[in-house]
């Protein structure tokens, strides 16, 4: 530990092997009520299909799970602890009324087929949801269906190709910029198109004069992600959708950057036909260690006839209803109405904002990502001088002179009690540092992180050797991520050997 | 705004060190005639106890204090507390994928462990960290079966939940992939005459659903045999996972997709739910989403990573397994929470009570004057009722009783007429049971 590491210091941690390893017959965590009607014989019921035993599962008491998880908990970083700038995944702070009413029994016990009578408030919340969004968005209607933003882009090309089809051909490519998320071609692909790579102008920016070369009949789509992931706002906005438009196209905007827009422009107003949300990223739920998501999908009214089924409708009388008899629809794109809890802690969020709160945290979140890029422009490089919007883009050219990159730098922060900023994306910019604060920081948490950064870089000039070691004073260094992939281990397994049945 | 640690200065300071004389500035890459200035059309800003009492409203709204006897892909079944007590813990449910190994030991080693004991419940070699839920796992699965065998058909039981089958049905459209369907038999179990005549060499896989749909068991071994024979893989898709307590598993299985709900997860008005699919080691190179390996550190300490992400579409793109991103790491965590609870004896304990139950209302519903379908067919916690009267007026007059009636069949299954799938978890006691035998009865 230097004397510029200033945010945390070492602790102990406890440690705590596999859960199998603290397992041994006849420990219980559990006690059922007395069962109320009389015994059964599985043998006599099942024959055959009865089950002899439950191989190697665990036997643990209750107190033993509790520190089992409690200890591992603490072995991970956590926005609760800190700044967690990972660029294009807006790690905001998860704020606790959203879990506190997403648990209410009402709402977490409710039977997805249980009669509509008795499921009112949950579909008055999914309206209330679903109708701020279209709001926010400036679209027209909107599915909450969608499981996660890669599925809600699955969703959204979907439409475009239900749309297309239903003016007589559904084309066969899509448009990708080069700065694209890995799932906007991996969607397009499992949509059945061809995807083309649209290159960036020196702007970071869509490059109109190839863009229009590269449109013709063919393309369905734009997949176009803004601001982008380089956090540049494509100014040309409404050329491109005019572009698209004019040959028959469609533009599809990936909403994962949606907060540096909330109140203060819609994308609906520049020219977007369809779209996703990630209401894991704007909206405030919960990242959970790598999901659930929930991905809405906003549209314009001519996509509307196709949306996935079913869909909330309003009787005369205010009460709800779904409503399955949509013979357009592309179908459904999971089963029941898509993560409902999620609906619930993001129209928390939303209420607890406001139209002012909104605007205000989009602002925040841009005046971060500025504060960050003013104080380190120069120390890293900047290979892109376009003013940005929520998160900004270093390259680590100048550290790497001596050998230090941008996967080094990133370890070293661990060191100084950050997590790592995005690495290695957007793949146009070499070396990439895709940094992302959100609104959740404080002036004095981005200060630290501004110092941290600062300290890594005379570091990579002086004693490059206190880099490529990093992290330093984590419980295990750097893995040997070579050997886990050419011999996986993907599970344990008794030390005997041998399969589980 | 409560959730912004900044005060007025702070931003008057930043501004002024960037250069910039108002935050407007700042947006004006954005073009002028699309710069929103007007509030959003959105309810004002609410207290925090304004908040609360919306939702509790809401809550008040939906049914509450009811028996439920719906299964049908969501089961309800007791949560231990301990679950969202830990789960609770900002570390897990306020972190990030763990693509940082190490400062996300926690989140890692928690799922190594659901790993294996998805492998060991299901008897499968390898697991994945898990998919969005059991209906776009099993769509995923039939994916995964075309990229093994090259085949490029499946054929779905019609048993298969008819809400996995109409996303099934989405995904498959757009990517040349056609599907069949084979209907059931007087069992209430897929009907293998048929299944045997609609492989084709062309066929990837056989999907069916055990239990299925109707609460049926189906003979795995016997369809892997027919399956396996015409070189198709079978893809076993579980959609309540507690039966595994006490049902043998599908290790004939070549493709195990399964619904993790049932262990520990809300029913929570359908999501969010956790999918896993798992298979056979060889198979591992073709399996979607994320996945957890052992190994060591530069001092040789054990420790865990993401591994084989070169299947996954930040590396390879438009040529992934899948393009699926996000898994359902914390609703994994449940689940494992769940898994470790319960463990070895009290998954098949709370498994058998589900039986016993479900044995019980049998008999109790015959008893009342209902007819019970497939009634020799092997069942775990869901049988099927036809009676005299419509399934939603019957269960209409049991809303009175304070009692949520089976799932009506008529829409998806016309030709059984006034049937439903009732569900029986040790959560419904005899007294309601009692009750809603007696309502169900002539």
């Known amino acids: 530990m230097n004397d510029k590491i200033k945010k945390v210091s070492t602790h102990v941690s406890q440690n705590e092997g596999l859960i199998f390893e603290k397992s041994s017959p006849g420990k219980k965590a559990y006690k059922l009520a007395p069962l109320d009607v009389p015994e059964v014989d599985e043998k006599a019921l099942l024959g055959d299909l009865a089950r002899a035993d439950l191989a190697n599962m665990p036997e643990v008491s209750e107190i033993e799970i509790i520190r089992h998880f409690t200890r591992m908990s603490t072995w991970n970083y956590a926005v609760d602890y800190g700044m967690y700038p990972l660029g294009s995944c807006t790690m905001k702070y998860n704020a606790r009324i959203n879990e506190v009413v997403a648990r209410l029994d009402g709402l977490a016990g409710a039977h997805p087929y249980q009669p509509e009578k008795l499921s009112q408030g949950a579909l008055r919340i999914m309206k209330a949801l679903a109708d701020q969004l279209i709001e926010i968005t400036g679209m027209d209607a909107i599915t909450l269906q969608p499981a996660a933003g890669a599925h809600g882009e699955m969703t959204g090309i979907l439409l475009v190709r239900s749309y297309l089809e239903s003016k007589g051909n559904a084309r066969k490519k899509i448009l990708i910029p080069d700065s694209a998320h890995g799932t906007n071609p991996a ?63 469609l533009l599809y905007m990936d909403g994962a950057n949606m907060n540096a827009l909330v109140g203060k422009t819609r994308p609906g107003d520049f020219g977007v036909d369809v779209m996703h949300l990630n209401l894991h990223k704007t909206f405030s739920t919960p990242h959970g260690g790598g999901g659930p998501g929930s991905g809405p999908v906003a549209i314009k009214k001519h996509l509307e006839p196709f949306l996935p ?108 009690g950050f997590h790592p900023y995005t690495t290695s994306f957007p793949l146009i910019v070499p070396g990439a540092l895709m940094i992302e604060p959100t609104e959740s920081e404080s002036k ?24 490529t070691g990093a992290p330093h004073n984590t419980r295990v260094s750097r893995m040997d991520e070579t050997a886990a992939a050419r011999k996986p281990i993907l599970r344990w397994k008794p030390r005997a050997a041998g399969a589980a049945e | 705004m409560r959730y912004l640690p900044k005060s007025q200065s702070d931003r008057e300071q930043m501004l002024h060190e960037i250069g910039c004389g108002t935050i407007d500035d700042l947006f004006a890459p954005i073009p002028q005639e699309y710069r929103l200035d007007r509030d959003l059309n959105i309810p004002r800003q609410f207290g925090e106890s304004e908040i609360l009492d919306y939702f509790k409203q809401r809550a008040a709204e939906n049914a509450n204090g009811y028996s439920i006897f719906i299964g049908s892909g969501a089961y309800n079944h007791y949560r231990p507390v301990v679950i969202d007590s830990l789960i609770s813990r900002g570390e897990w449910f306020t972190a990030y994928t763990p693509y940082q190994p190490e400062i996300s030991q926690g989140t890692l080693q928690s799922i190594f462990e659901f790993q294996s004991m998805i492998c060991e419940l299901t008897g ?101 045999e027919i399956a396996h024979k015409k070189g198709a893989l079978l893809v076993v898709s579980i959609a309540e996972a507690l039966s595994l307590g006490i049902v043998r598993p599908p290790t004939e299985a070549d493709i195990v997709s399964m619904e993790a709900q049932s262990f520990g997860v809300p029913l929570g008005y359908g999501g969010p739910y956790a999918g896993v699919i798992a298979t056979k080691e060889k198979f591992v190179r073709q399996i979607p989403g994320r996945l957890v390996g052992q190994t060591v550190d530069r001092n040789g300490k054990r420790g865990f990573v993401l591994t084989l992400s070169t299947r996954e579409q930040h590396i390879r793109r438009e040529k992934a397994t899948s393009n699926i991103c996000t898994n359902q790491a914390l609703i994994a965590l449940m689940t494992n929470i769940f898994m470790t609870v319960y463990g070895k004896q009290g998954l098949r304990d709370l498994a058998k009570q589900n039986l016993a139950k479900t044995s019980y209302a049998v008999s109790a519903f015959e008893k009342a004057g209902a007819k019970v379908l497939f009634k020799n067919s092997p069942r775990f916690n869901e049988f099927v009722i036809q009676t005299d009267r419509d399934s939603r007026e019957l269960n209409d007059t049991l809303i009175e009783k304070k009692i949520i009636g089976g799932f009506p069949l008529k829409k998806f299954y016309p030709e059984l007429g006034n049937s439903a799938v009732w569900c029986v978890t040790e959560l419904n006691t005899k007294e309601a049971i009692d009750a809603a035998a007696k309502g169900a009865g002539r």
């Open chain 1, 444 to 467: 004095e948490e981005l200060d630290e992180f501004i110092e941290a950064m600062k300290a890594v870089a005379e570091e990579a000039e002086n004693t490059p050797e206190i880099i």
């Open chain 1, 187 to 249: 969607t397009a692909a499992i949509c059945g198109y061809e995807v083309e790579n649209l290159k960036s102008n020196a702007a970071g920016m869509v490059d109109v004069p190839s863009l229009v070369a590269q449109m013709n009949g063919d393309v369905a789509a734009l997949m176009l992600t803004n601001p982008n992931t380089l956090g540049v706002f494509e100014q040309e906005i409404h050329k491109i959708a005019d572009i698209l438009h004019e040959k028959g196209g």
């Open chain 2, 124 to 224: 499968m070699e390898v697991a994945n960290a898990s998919m969005y839920d059991g209906s776009t796992g099993a769509a995923e699965a039939i994916m995964m079966a075309v990229r093994i065998t090259g085949r490029h058909r499946a054929v779905t039981a019609n048993t298969v939940h008819p809400e996995y089958r109409e996303v099934i049905t989405t995904y498959a459209k757009h990517q040349g992939l056609p599907l069949s369907s084979v209907g059931y038999g007087e069992n209430g179990r897929v009907d293998v005459k048929a299944l045997e005549a609609a492989i084709t060499d062309q066929t990837a896989c056989v999907l069916i659903q055990s239990p299925n749909f109707f609460g049926t068991i189906e003979d795995v071994a016997a369809i892997a």
């Open chain 1, 309 to 416: 089924k079913p869909v909330v409708v309003e009787n005369g009388d205010g009460t709800l209803w779904l409503d399955y008899d949509r013979p357009h629809s592309i179908g459904r794109v999971r089963m029941y109405f898509g993560n409902f809890g999620m609906h619930v802690r993001a129209l928390a969020y939303i209420m607890a904002n406001g139209p002012d709160g909104l605007r205000m945290t989009t602002e925040d979140a841009v005046l971060n990502a500025n504060y960050i890029r003013k104080k380190l422009a120069g120390i890293y490089d900047l290979p892109y001088n376009t003013p940005s919007m929520h998160e900004v883009v270093f390259s680590d050219r100048n550290q790497a002179r001596k050998g230090i990159k941008t996967g080094d730098i990133a370890k070293r922060l661990i060191d100084y």
